[in-house]
């Protein structure tokens, strides 16, 4: 449906969606109709703040060729690497999801990854059987340095790093502890108990966390690990989430259960349909390709 920005009277209702090339989050006609773009929620009839963002299953692709029951998952800048929980290799695959004839192999430093993550120059592995994470170089050589994670938790799953720190995933701690790159535990911590008590995932974007695990549910933190009250879901798709990264675009994560990484792209925004004299929020709707708009007064 179209409409005519200042328009004259409409037949149209409340709750009606309708497309526009607009950057504003509301249109306000001339008329008095006033449209909320997708992706902002409304507190009041006249004040609308603007929703988290929302991101949406686009694609993925099976690893089950290479690896069963994966647990971690890093992203160097280009490819995708798959470590194997119950494995002791790493293996890499293009984001098309194509296996490139290339691995390493952890089994002389830890049978049982948990984690993975490139931080722009090494590996590193967490080792889940000796509570150790493991550096190795960008060709999976292992550079005979390791950080003791034991004093802080024996849990270690998986991690993520800001440049020039690493933060761990504590599991039974539901916390993330952090430690420089010469393994030197930095006395700083954040729970995330009260949003995943089982967190398995973590990845840093650039400006915030974002941690997932047994809930279904990708929660975003920022730098201090504050709760933004943001999400998304990977629920509908994964059961086991064992990992999830960030290319700068597009979130990918790794599931346990189906074998596979799924890709999360932006959407324009989650728009909640309102109903009723109050505008109580009810269904979802998820767009891609448009810029939606949602008449609410």
């Known amino acids: 449906m179209a409409i005519k920005l200042g328009g004259g009277g409409s037949s149209s209702q409340i709750g009606e969606v309708v497309l526009l090339n607009r950057l504003e989050n509301v249109v306000t006609l001339a008329d008095g109709r006033v ?14 703040p603007d929703a988290p963002t929302s991101f949406v299953n686009t694609d993925s692709f099976s690893v089950s060729s290479q690896e069963t029951s994966p647990y971690g998952l890093a992203y160097d800048g280009t490819y995708l690497w798959v470590a194997g929980g119950a494995g002791d290799d790493v293996t890499k695959w ?45 060709s999976g050589v292992y550079q005979n340095s390791y950080i003791d994670v034991s004093s802080q938790t024996t849990t270690p799953y998986n991690l993520t790093s800001t440049g020039v720190h690493l933060w761990v995933i504590g599991r039974t701690e539901a916390t993330i502890f952090k430690y420089d790159l010469n393994g030197n535990y930095q006395n700083v911590s954040f729970s995330v108990a009260a949003q995943e008590s089982s967190p398995s995932s973590i990845e840093w ?52 259960d189906p074998d596979s990484v799924f890709k999360y792209q932006l959407g324009i925004g989650l728009a909640k349909i309102p109903t009723g004299g109050s505008h109580s929020m009810t269904s979802d709707m998820v767009y891609l390709g448009a810029e939606a708009y949602m008449r609410v007064k």
């Open 35 to 48: 449209y909320l773009k997708a992706g902002v929620v409304e507190t009041t009839t006249s004040t609308y």
């Open 94 to 138: 293009s984001t098309a999801g194509v296996y490139q004839n290339v691995s390493f192999s952890t089994a002389s430093q830890d049978g049982l990854v948990f984690g993975l993550e490139f931080d722009g120059t090494n590996f590193w592995a967490s080792g889940y059987l000796t509570n150790k994470i493991y550096k190795y170089n960008s």
């Open 205 to 256: 974007d650039g400006a915030n966390f974002w941690v997932g695990g047994s809930t279904g549910n990708v929660y975003k933190y920022n730098g201090s690990g504050v709760y933004q009250n943001e999400l998304f879901k990977v629920g509908n798709q994964i059961t086991t989430l064992n990992g999830v990264r960030w290319d700068g675009t597009n979130f990918w994560a790794l599931s346990q």
